[in-house]
């Protein structure tokens, strides 16, 4: 189902809770459209990455420097890569796709996002992004703050101790020494940052779908909101 008159696109926005499976299931979408897709939450990564990589800021540490960081945001030039048929995430020029995905970086990523002008400062980078539609974007805030005219919105949740199990085989397959209990106190601790920062924080809007995945499968998820694109599409 491929769609390239730009009159005819849309604005596809797909927020929820971390290990949902929000990315896997947007570049599907993106890609059976042929519509562009924005992981929002590795640019977030990316700033974390950059933040750990400053002993300046000192981000894993309770005398974090917000301000140094806040400062730095400048020196920071987000970009993606198609690198064999994947989008790698770069800073500076730098291919960090691996590094962004650890569970150091994800220890710290809420912290990070919550800062405003850091969200400020990416939020206005989404927004050029989709400018022409044909496009989709996950994160936390797409539907409610970054979008919040898109045409489809929708709400991805699931049970905290099936996404950790997600999280947990995603990580040991990629080599990482970790152990089921933190991921689990990691993605709770995540739920608990984005649903309780004051911007922006992580909240349904009042016109997306829910779609509580913890019983369902990737592809009938998949199916399931490429109908309701199709719906959508038929109506303009």
Do not use: C
Request: overall charge neutral.
């Amino acid at each position: 189902m491929e769609n390239t008159n730009n009159a005819q696109q849309i604005v596809i926005a797909i927020d929820g809770h971390s290990s949902t499976g929000k990315s896997t299931v947007a570049k599907e979408i993106a890609k059976k459209l042929n519509y562009i897709y924005v992981d929002t939450g590795a640019m977030y990564r990316a700033v974390t990455w950059f933040a750990i990589q400053q002993k300046h800021i000192n981000v894993s540490s309770s005398t974090f420097n917000k301000k140094a960081l806040i400062h730095d945001l400048d020196q920071i030039a987000i970009s993606f890569q198609n690198i064999s048929g994947k989008s790698h995430t770069l800073v500076n020029g730098i291919d960090v796709e691996n590094a962004i995905r650890s569970l150091e970086v994800a220890n710290w990523v809420s912290k990070v996002a919550a800062i405003p002008e850091v969200r400020k400062k990416l939020v206005a980078e989404q927004q050029i992004l989709g400018e022409k539609k044909g496009i989709v974007m996950d994160g936390r805030d797409i539907g409610t703050v970054v979008f919040p005219e898109a045409e489809l919105k929708i709400f991805m949740t699931a049970d905290a101790q099936k996404r950790a199990v997600r999280r947990f085989e995603e990580l040991k397959a990629k080599g990482e020494d970790v152990n089921y209990l933190n991921v689990l106190a990691n993605i709770k601790e995540r739920d608990y940052l984005d649903e309780n920062r004051s911007d922006s924080p992580l909240k349904k809007a009042d016109d997306a779908i829910l779609i509580d995945n913890t019983n369902l499968t990737k592809e009938a998820q998949l199916n399931y909101m490429l109908t309701l694109v199709d719906t959508i599409l038929k109506s303009k």
